[in-house]
């Protein structure tokens, strides 16, 4: 539960009372390469500055990340990883907090984007700290430990990520999917957290973009009549299912010979090429790297489906980006992707790779007869019921309560 802040900082923050309150927008390193929670706090901290104006004063707050090992270039990709590795821990628990020590005495309030680094709470007044939760992904060696078995240096991290979390003043999730979980496993109280979808931004859209087509095209080729292309858009992490989208697509190619894989979110792993390579599609996927967010819309305009394959999520963002574009979604029938998608989206299990290839060359068939314009109409519809003004007029409400 969350301590008793000092009296100091409640003194500073008495002063500016009458005033609009300054917010520290607390953001991921810019390094790590998580666009999406790039997104997240660079939106609500635009989008405050409009839905809240008189009220609160948003400021992002990202310190350049000191590469101390992985500075110089390294030969073999696994060493720099695990220098990499090491510069994020010495960054996150040692360079952040003291950053921030040094800052936080000019913020009446604090809000950590990102879950992930919640420990950050511990060195900010936590009764003046806001958490936005993601899903439950970086808490599962301590939480479900049998699921995700970790080493012990790894736990003791989590643990002090947890501790942060637990002691924040609120906490506002993406889904209701993720409050449930968070709930279930006591992370906080029914009364201080909320659920705040976060929102689709602007360059997601049904509209041509000239510049960001032919960026698209540079990536993936020139767009034809014949093109049939499967998008696939996330990181590689185990409950992504790479393995189930590279079988979905090994089969639907053996129907459709001219159907493509496009894939952003950084390139696959070695045991992922080397099943890609085991199904004989290797030379038919386009591994496109992270890319701008008007390039990332261009690809979804492109696509024939876009592939959400997860076993797992927290909310579900390139399934709310591709129907923002109009493109029909194929996603996993996990409560975190339904809530998203509603009715505009098609379903398939988990893992099922005979319904997911069924339910890929059904949506594939029907492309150009009037059921493809309905599914059409119905995922612009439905996205547009998230927008970022919104996320932050509810994180201004959150502000309040936790001023109250």
């Known amino acids: 539960?969350?301590?008793?802040?000092?009296?100091?900082?409640?003194?500073?923050?008495?002063?500016?009372?009458?005033?609009?309150?300054?917010?520290?927008?607390?953001?991921?390193?810019?390094?790590?390469?998580?666009?999406?929670?790039?997104l997240v706090a660079e939106m609500i901290t635009s989008c405050l500055r409009v839905a809240a104006a008189d009220e609160f004063e948003p400021e992002l707050i990202r310190p350049p990340m000191v590469l101390r090992f992985s500075k110089r270039g390294v030969g073999k990709k696994r060493l720099a990883r695990k220098l990499f590795n090491a510069d994020r821990v010495i960054n996150r628990?040692?360079?952040?907090?003291?950053?921030?020590?040094?800052?936080?005495?000019?913020?009446?309030?604090?809000?950590?984007?990102?879950?992930?680094?919640?420990?950050?709470?511990?060195?900010?007044?936590?009764?003046?700290?806001?958490?936005?939760?993601?899903?439950?992904?970086?808490?599962?060696?301590?939480?479900?430990?049998?699921?995700?078995?970790?080493?012990?240096?790894?736990?003791?991290?989590?643990?002090?990520?947890?501790?942060?979390?637990?002691?924040?003043?609120?906490?506002?999730?993406?889904?209701?999917?993720?409050?449930?979980e968070i709930l279930r496993h006591r992370l906080c109280r029914p009364d201080s957290s909320r659920v705040i979808p976060i929102g689709v931004a602007?360059?997601?859209?049904?509209?041509?973009d000239a510049r960001a087509d032919r960026a698209a095209s540079f990536i993936a080729g020139s767009k034809t009549s014949e093109s049939i292309e499967i998008l696939h858009v996330s990181s590689t992490i185990p409950r992504k299912r790479i393995d189930v989208l590279l079988k979905v697509f090994a089969a639907v190619r053996r129907e459709v010979?001219?159907?493509?894989?496009?894939?952003a979110g950084g390139p696959f792993t070695k045991a992922q090429n080397e099943l890609a390579r085991a199904l004989g599609v290797g030379s038919a996927i386009v591994q496109?790297?992270?890319?701008?967010?008007?390039?990332?819309?261009?690809?979804?305009?492109?696509?024939?489906?876009?592939?959400?394959?997860?076993?797992?999520?927290?909310?579900?963002?390139?399934?709310?980006?591709?129907?923002?574009?109009?493109?029909?979604?194929?996603a996993s029938a996990i409560a975190a992707l339904r809530e998203v998608g509603g009715d505009a989206a098609e379903y398939a299990p988990v893992g099922d790779i005979e319904a997911w290839t069924a339910a890929a060359l059904r949506?594939?068939?029907?492309?150009?007869?009037?059921?493809?314009?309905?599914?059409?109409?119905?995922?612009?519809?439905?996205?547009?019921?998230?927008?970022?003004?919104?996320?932050?007029?509810?994180?201004a409400a959150l502000y309040r309560e936790m001023l109250a």
């Open 202 to 208: 602007a360059e997601f859209s049904p509209n041509p």
């Open 288 to 330: 496109a790297p992270f890319v701008e967010r008007a390039t990332l819309a261009a690809l979804y305009r492109r696509a024939a489906i876009v592939m959400a394959p997860s076993e797992n999520e927290g909310f579900g963002l390139p399934v709310l980006e591709a129907m923002a574009c109009g493109a029909p979604v194929l």
């Open 1 to 38: 539960m969350p301590r008793e802040p000092d009296q100091s900082s409640l003194n500073g923050f008495q002063a500016r009372n009458g005033r609009a309150r300054r917010v520290a927008i607390v953001a991921d390193y810019l390094e790590e390469g998580w666009p999406s929670m790039d």
């Open 363 to 395: 949506m594939l068939g029907e492309r150009g007869a009037a059921i493809a314009a309905d599914r059409r109409a119905a995922a612009l519809a439905r996205a547009a019921g998230f927008t970022w003004n919104a996320t932050a007029r509810r994180y």
């Open 257 to 263: 010979p001219a159907a493509r894989l496009i894939r």
């Open 93 to 180: 628990f040692f360079d952040y907090p003291r950053f921030l020590h040094t800052i936080k005495s000019r913020f009446d309030l604090y809000h950590v984007a990102d879950h992930s680094y919640a420990h950050l709470t511990q060195t900010l007044a936590p009764l003046r700290t806001v958490v936005t939760c993601h899903d439950l992904d970086a808490f599962q060696s301590v939480l479900e430990p049998a699921r995700m078995r970790r080493s012990i240096g790894f736990r003791m991290m989590t643990r002090r990520i947890l501790n942060g979390f637990r002691a924040a003043a609120k906490i506002g999730c993406d889904s209701k999917a993720t409050h449930s």
